[in-house]
């Protein structure tokens, strides 16, 4: 897979629980890329909650959604 292109989220205002977040489902950067539902299923879903002013840097050809 490798690192093609990163892309940053930038929270504006605090991010928790009962607002919408950005989520992304990790892999590691030597792991094949697979079908969003095969990656769904090996690692999940994890939901980046944070201040306002947090910052992700992010692979953009991971699986992620805002």
Do not use: K, W
Request: hydrophobic letters at 40%; one cysteine or more.
């Amino acid at each position: 897979m490798g690192i093609h292109s990163l892309s940053v989220v930038y929270y504006l205002t605090d991010v928790d629980e009962t607002t919408h977040c950005f989520s992304l489902s990790p892999q590691s950067a030597d792991e094949d890329q697979v079908e969003a539902d095969a990656q769904l299923a090996r690692r999940g879903v994890v939901d980046i909650h944070g201040p306002a002013g947090t910052g992700i840097l992010f692979n953009v050809s991971v699986l992620h959604t805002a």
